[in-house]
């Protein structure tokens, strides 16, 4: 039946829809409704990980404005992608699409010529083109769960072998280091490819984003030049267009975040360098008995000498 999901996909789809918008939505609570127990286990995993950082040589903890920036970059992805792509797709793209053969008319009634016709103009459905495209979008971020749940994984794993107050294996599992942020960049990545894959085939496909109200068909069986009528041309053009534009903003926030992540790393290995290099330096200084500027040392006094006489 078109327009209709079936029941499982329909349940998926709300689950997913709800698990998302939770994430953004919902916001921690406040230190203050917490537990003692709770508040004090907080505090001692600040201490942890700016110990850490300052073992590594780095600030005692990233600057708030840039947790601010990545937060809400996602929230717009979160919203752009399931408000705006996945809602519309499911609730209005299907109905104003619906059966599509069944809507294209065309003024002849020799047989084959209809089918030939739909097929040449519509090889491959927009709907069901527009349904790869978010499962390919949204199925990497899975990599990124998975990421953190083996992290945490082995984080349990490793104080149930030495006990709770060994040292961390990570700062934070959640924390986009190492391997982990090596898969986030990834993700983003693929993400683009995916989104600008699609956009180029619904592009090449289709030989543009415009749906023409009359079509000119010469396609065999045809005995000549047939006309064509696709059924609600305006709203599907303004429904591609719409998906087009949510893709390619969905692009430009993850290009956005993938130059903020790196410049963010480029940052921190420039001021760890930085800290290396003049932790040496005054290591070299101070072991070859140099005085360092703005320390004062004991002079060594002058040998005394004796006249001696003949």
């Known amino acids: ?14 689950n997913l829809l709800r698990y998302s918008s939770e994430s953004f939505i919902q916001a921690a609570p406040p230190l203050r409704h917490r537990s003692a127990t709770a508040a004090a286990k907080l505090r001692k995993r600040r201490q942890t990980v700016n110990k850490r950082r300052h073992e590594l040589g780095l600030p005692p903890g990233p600057p708030q404005w840039s947790e601010q920036i990545l937060h809400s970059l996602r929230r717009v992805w979160l919203s752009i ?17 619906g059966d599509e053969q069944k809507d294209f008319k065309c003024n ?11 097929d040449h103009f519509f090889p491959v459905s927009h709907v069901r083109l527009w349904a790869l495209q978010l499962i390919f979008v949204t199925c990497p971020s ?3 769960t998975m990421h953190v749940a083996y992290r945490d994984d082995r984080e349990r794993k490793h104080r149930l072998k030495y006990g709770e ?10 924390k986009k280091r190492g391997g982990l942020w090596w898969t986030y960049v990834l993700t983003l990545v693929f993400k683009i490819g995916v989104d600008t894959t699609f956009i180029y085939l619904l592009y090449h496909i289709y030989e543009g984003y415009d749906f023409p109200s009359l079509i000119k068909c010469e396609q065999k069986p045809c005995p000549n030049k047939v006309d064509c009528f696709i059924a609600r041309p305006t709203e599907k053009r303004i429904f591609t267009i719409f998906m087009v534009v949510t893709s390619l903003a969905c692009i430009l926030l993850s290009i956005f975040e993938i ?31 140099i005085k360092m500027p ?11 000498y004796s006249l001696v006489t003949s």
């Not at 703005?294 to 040998?303: C, I, L, V, Y």
């Open 1 to 14: 039946m078109a327009g209709k999901l079936h029941p499982l996909h329909s349940r998926l789809l709300g």
């Open 81 to 97: 992608v399931f408000l705006f792509r996945v809602l519309v797709f499911v609730v209005a793209a299907e109905k104003v699409w």
């Open 108 to 118: 002849t009634a020799q047989p084959g010529c209809h089918n030939v016709c739909y």
């Open 142 to 144: 899975l990599l990124v």
């Open 165 to 174: 107050n060994c040292r961390t294996l990570y700062l934070n599992t959640g």
């Open 259 to 289: 130059v903020y992540l790196i410049g963010k790393r480029c940052r921190e290995c420039c001021v760890s360098i930085h800290n290396s290099r003049h932790t040496t330096k005054r290591t070299l200084i101070e072991s070859n008995g």
């Open 294 to 304: 703005g320390k004062s040392s004991p002079e060594t006094p002058a040998p005394s």
